[in-house]
């Protein structure tokens, strides 16, 4: 049954890797897998918890003699939900961050944007759209912000060409800014919930490979594009059918959304509490913020209709429902015990985290950012500092403690490394539905230009962990 749910996972795998192929949307090959796993899982419970937890078991029957009954019992109230609880923390904040985004985006707060962007000078609009692209991602979820810049930059260029490059390099954008920080991506999420990093080191690491990995492909995507772009600029949306806010209202929301989430890791510091929950509470007071502005406007059924956040719909549920699919897969993988012998043949016969970041990289390229990230982080347990001692090799091991290089090795690696090829990540499989764009024509024109800038960020990487 082990090989069985390690073919269903591969079999997964490659279905995802090849969803822009085959149709199929990769977030219901991720609940596929999900949830036959621990079905699969639970029909031969008994020799998995005999095999991987046989004293908690023992301690849960209290005397009592086995069953088929208990020990599903103890599989759902000691396994199964552990790891419902931790993607529950992870799809949570997603839930969090897209509804505030679309709840600033609804009401005009970054059509600032539009307005800095105004020009036809290929260099100062690609500068500005990725530089607001790459701010944006850094605090707001990374496939949302990506789909509101590729939105605004489609409404401007008029030439197919032009918007590929530039599309691309939003994406790019998009993902390098997510990567350095704990609140951008969900990969870097979950490494701050499962105390691998903590938010000031993650970021102060990270902050120079993320820029170096977006600024040096940019300059090259640069070089592709005339001096005059063929732009369009129209007048702004008008928004007194949903809200009438003014200026300065705007710029309260905007201060109420970006600046409650920079609060976020603080909030996590003082109470422990996990971070979706004071995401949670930064959308409940923009929500009342919203409502408070735009009151004259309540009793309309437009109005009401507008006050709820689009993140809700179809379009970002497949995303949270991914991520949801994955880490159960993940989950039960781990509790099979193939992961353990993964990671020990890794640390036998590679013993480099260079080597596995670069592999990492250039696999998110294939299969998908995410899926890669969270494989790679369930291979090792965060070591505590007092083990270190223990182990003969403790230089190897001091990489897997909190703060350790390996996390965030893995968590540029994959962010950086997906956006080789448009379908290692959602924001690439947008911009490839948006502007029609061939995986072919993107191999040729693109990823060398970012192979060199990940190549270059993992350098810069390396340089300061052996300052």
């Known amino acids: ?51 991987q937890h046989p004293r908690d078991y023992a301690e849960f029957l209290a005397g009592d003699e086995p069953s088929s009954g208990a020990v599903k ?25 897209m509804s505030i985004i679309e709840i600033l985006n609804n009401n005009g707060c970054f059509d600032f944007i539009v307005e800095w962007i105004r020009t036809r000078n290929s260099k100062r609009l690609l500068w500005t759209i990725t530089l607001a692209t790459f701010i944006i991602s850094a605090n707001l979820d990374n496939l949302t912000t990506t789909t509101m810049m590729l939105v605004i930059m489609h409404q401007i260029v008029h030439s197919r060409r032009q918007r590929m490059l530039i599309g691309a390099a939003i994406v790019l954008a998009a993902n390098c800014g997510g990567c350095f920080t704990v609140i951008g991506d969900p990969t870097g999420l979950i490494l701050w919930g499962d105390g691998a990093v903590t938010a000031t080191s ?3 690491a990270l902050a120079l490979p993320a820029l170096i990995a977006w600024i040096v492909p940019t300059i090259l995507i640069n070089r592709q594009l005339p001096d005059r772009l063929d732009t369009e600029w129209t ?74 956040p689009l993140s809700l719909q179809y379009g970002a549920m497949q995303q949270i429902l991914f991520v949801m699919g994955i880490m159960l897969a993940m989950g039960v993988m781990l509790e099979t015990g193939v992961i353990g012998n993964i990671s020990s043949w890794i640390d036998y016969n590679i013993h480099n985290v260079w080597v596995v970041g670069l592999v990492s990289g250039l696999l998110s390229a294939v299969v998908d950012t995410f899926t890669v990230a969270i494989t790679n982080i369930s291979l090792y347990p965060i070591v ?27 968590a540029f690696a ?10 290692g990540t959602t924001s690439g499989l947008a911009l490839m ?18 192979l060199v ?11 300061e962990s052996i300052i």
């Open 235 to 308: 007048a702004p949306p008008y928004r007194g059918d949903d809200t009438r806010l003014n200026r300065w209202q705007r710029i309260m929301m905007l201060f109420v959304g970006i600046g409650g989430l920079w609060f976020i890791p603080t909030f996590h510091n003082i109470t422990k509490l996990s971070p979706f929950l004071g995401a949670l509470c930064v959308l409940s007071v923009l929500w009342v913020v919203n409502e408070l502005f735009n009151r004259k406007l309540l009793a309309s059924d437009q109005m009401a209709q507008k006050r709820v």
């Open 453 to 463: 800038g990940f190549l270059l960020g993992l350098a810069v990487l390396w340089i």
């Open 414 to 423: 994959t962010a950086s490394g997906g956006c080789l090829l448009s379908v």
């Open 73 to 97: 019992y103890f599989i759902y109230d000691g396994i199964f939900l552990k790891y419902v609880g931790k993607a529950a923390n992870i799809v949570m904040f997603l839930l969090a961050t």
């Open 384 to 410: 505590e500092d007092a083990q270190i001692s223990q182990w003969v090799d403790s230089d190897y091991m001091s990489l897997f403690t909190q703060n350790g290089l390996y996390w965030k090795v893995i």
């Open 1 to 51: 049954m082990t090989l069985l749910i390690v073919l269903l996972l591969i079999l997964g795998y490659l279905l995802i890797a090849t969803g822009h192929l085959t149709g199929v949307n990769k977030a219901a090959i991720a609940m596929f897998i999900g949830t036959v796993g621990w079905v699969v899982y639970v029909c031969w419970g008994s020799d998995f918890v005999m095999s």
């Open 433 to 450: 539905r948006m502007e029609h764009i061939r995986l072919g024509w993107y191999l040729r024109n693109l990823t060398p230009k970012i």
């Open 202 to 204: 993650f970021s102060q």
